[in-house]
């Protein structure tokens, strides 16, 4: 992991530039890149997207704001365009120097920092301190559920999160109880917070362009978890319960909880994972825990 300054350019900037699709391509040509299919990079190339994304973020001046995955830096531009203070956590080295090129001036003045680094390994605590944050980003495909729950679960300081994901990643993340879409990550991020898809994006507004559309999804987390019960019992019923989703509660829990006992919780045995919402997670937890006592 490296703390990034800016070197000397090629092409100065005097200040902030909205990359649009022509200037993402000369940058990528005169840097010799190609975006990279393993790291699922689609350099967003349309300002329009990119003030409606810091919009729905509600970010204002003074607001510090957690990057991953800033690309060349078309979001940076706009964060630091509406006065946040942004750190960039990059994964691919050979993006750094067109990336600080870009965001120069912000990085001279402080406003910017760029870590090198893979956001799923980084010492968040380290980098955080002990200021609120908030997540934008348009993230990797590949990586989006993972990251985005583990720092639900394990950075309390990053209060709220607008990430463009692909769609079906969006909406798994955001679903409420009774569609085919609930899952794990539903009742993850509910427990933590309140998600929902506030916007869509076309593949249109990429370079190079996905095959899949994406979508806008935020969470804001709640002061405390939103039902009362330990995550790490939350975590296992639900885990149990969508690890075979097509299976009756009675059969997916039957190595956490007996039919009697689920019953006791006020919740159906017969009913299945999907189904259930965050309450009814909630007591089938409590009465997990009180199962080991």
Same mark, same amino acid.
């Given at each position: 992991?490296?703390?990034? +300054?800016?070197?000397?350019?090629?092409?100065?900037?005097?200040?902030?530039?909205?990359?649009?699709?022509?200037?993402?391509?000369?940058?990528?040509?005169?840097?010799?890149?190609?975006?990279? +299919?393993?790291?699922?990079?689609?350099?967003?190339?349309?300002?329009?997207? %990119?003030?409606?994304?810091?919009?729905?973020?509600?970010?204002?001046?003074?607001?510090?704001?957690?990057?991953?995955?800033?690309?060349?830096?078309?979001?940076?531009?706009?964060?630091?365009?509406?006065?946040?203070?942004?750190?960039? &956590?990059?994964?691919?080295?050979?993006?750094?120097?067109?990336?600080?090129?870009? &965001?120069?001036?912000?990085?001279?003045?402080?406003?910017?920092?760029?870590?090198?680094?893979?956001?799923?390994?980084?010492?968040?605590?380290?980098?955080?301190?002990?200021?609120?944050?908030?997540?934008?980003?348009?993230?990797?495909?590949?990586?989006?559920?993972?990251?985005?729950?583990?720092?639900?679960?394990?950075?309390?300081?990053?209060?709220?999160?607008?990430?463009?994901?692909?769609?079906?990643?969006?909406?798994?993340?955001?679903?409420?109880?009774?569609?085919?879409?609930?899952?794990?990550?539903?009742?993850?991020?509910?427990?933590?917070?309140?998600?929902?898809?506030?916007?869509?994006?076309?593949?249109?507004?990429?370079?190079?362009?996905?095959?899949?559309?994406? &979508?806008?999804? +935020?969470?804001?987390?709640?002061?405390?978890?939103?039902?009362?019960?330990?995550?790490?019992?939350?975590?296992?019923? %639900?885990?149990?319960?969508?690890?075979?989703?097509?299976?009756?509660?009675?059969?997916?829990?039957?190595?956490?909880?007996?039919?009697?006992?689920?019953?006791?919780?006020?919740?159906?045995?017969?009913?299945?994972?999907?189904?259930?919402?965050?309450?009814?997670?909630?007591?089938?937890? +409590?009465?997990?825990?009180?199962?080991?006592?």
């Amino acid at each position: 992991m490296a703390t990034l +300054r800016r070197s000397p350019s090629a092409w100065p900037l005097s200040g902030p530039t909205r990359l649009t699709r022509t200037i993402i391509k000369e940058v990528l040509e005169r840097h010799g890149l190609d975006p990279s +299919r393993a790291l699922g990079q689609n350099f967003l190339c349309d300002p329009a997207m %990119v003030d409606k994304i810091v919009r729905l973020a509600g970010v204002g001046p003074g607001d510090r704001v957690v990057e991953i995955g800033p690309g060349l830096g078309s979001l940076t531009v706009g964060l630091v365009t509406a006065g946040a203070n942004v750190l960039a &956590v990059e994964i691919d080295k050979y993006l750094i120097p067109p990336l600080t090129e870009i &965001v120069g001036p912000a990085i001279d003045d402080g406003t910017v920092r760029i870590i090198n680094a893979d956001a799923l390994e980084l010492d968040w605590a380290a980098e955080l301190g002990d200021t609120p944050a908030k997540v934008v980003a348009n993230l990797p495909y590949n990586v989006a559920t993972p990251l985005v729950l583990d720092l639900l679960c394990t950075q309390p300081l990053l209060t709220s999160f607008l990430v463009m994901v692909q769609a079906e990643v969006g909406e798994r993340l955001a679903a409420a109880p009774g569609g085919r879409t609930r899952g794990i990550p539903s009742v993850i991020c509910e427990y933590w917070g309140v998600a929902s898809v506030v916007g869509r994006v076309p593949p249109q507004v990429f370079l190079p362009q996905p095959r899949v559309d994406s &979508v806008l999804v +935020r969470i804001d987390r709640s002061s405390t978890p939103r039902v009362d019960a330990e995550f790490s019992d939350v975590s296992t019923v %639900v885990r149990a319960g969508f690890g075979q989703r097509r299976k009756m509660l009675r059969r997916s829990l039957a190595a956490q909880l007996d039919e009697d006992q689920i019953a006791a919780a006020d919740v159906d045995p017969t009913a299945r994972a999907e189904t259930l919402d965050l309450q009814a997670w909630g007591r089938l937890a +409590r009465a997990y825990s009180s199962s080991r006592c």
